[in-house]
């Protein structure tokens, strides 16, 4: 039963430790040795725990699931529809009460919105677009997978924390037939990107 306890306090110190750094660094800034340090405890005990930074990310914000483990589910079908199963893989993460109410409690706690939208778009672009992007070999990858994510981290700011009307109140389904043609463009490695002015 200590021991349970023990590891109980482990898990808190870890995910409340995650919350701050994620909101005051950013995703990307953010390592998984300094979040064993920030709980308190050396990285061989907090991977015990949590395998890797996304992981943590994950159980700070409480998200309902893994969106590493939809990666095959999103790439399954093949490139059709690769941009309309992304968008709605990630408005699915962001329509969950539990998800929006830890973000709004991130930012009563200090983070700004910019902050926490850098975080949640960090940890989509590299827990998942990159991922996507990588799989289908599509040319200039890096800037397609920024350009995806920078896009949705938008979408969800407006639609979720500043709730711009009328796409706050518009339906996922509607979201997604608006969304989903600019990120399946992105993802075509038949579709250039507009040639950097040299």
Do not use: C, W
């Not at 399954?76 to 109410?101: F, N």
């Not at 389904?173 to 002015?197: G, I, N």
């Amino acid at each position: 039963m200590a021991e349970n306890s023990g590891s109980d306090q482990v898990r808190e110190a870890a995910v409340a430790a995650a919350r701050n750094a994620f909101a005051a660094g950013g995703y990307a800034r953010t390592t998984f040795k300094g979040l064993a340090a920030a709980a308190g405890v050396a990285p061989s005990v907090l991977r015990k725990y949590y395998d890797n930074k996304e992981a943590i990310f994950a159980a700070a914000l409480k998200l309902p699931s893994d969106p590493v483990s939809a990666v095959p589910a999103i790439l399954g079908p093949g490139l059709d529809g690769l941009g309309e199963r992304l968008v709605r893989a990630t408005l699915d993460i962001l329509e969950d009460p539990q998800v929006r109410d830890d973000l709004v409690s991130m930012a009563r706690a200090g983070a700004s919105t910019a902050a926490l939208t850098r975080s949640m778009q960090g940890y989509l672009e590299v827990a998942v677009i990159d991922r996507v992007v990588a799989a289908i070999g599509v040319p200039d990858a890096r800037m397609r997978a920024a350009l995806i994510s920078s896009y949705l981290m938008g979408i969800a700011a407006g639609r979720y924390v500043a709730r711009i009307e009328p796409l706050a109140s518009a339906s996922e389904e509607h979201v997604v037939r608006m969304v989903a043609p600019t990120v399946q463009a992105l993802l075509d490695p038949r579709v250039p990107l507009a040639p950097a002015k040299g």
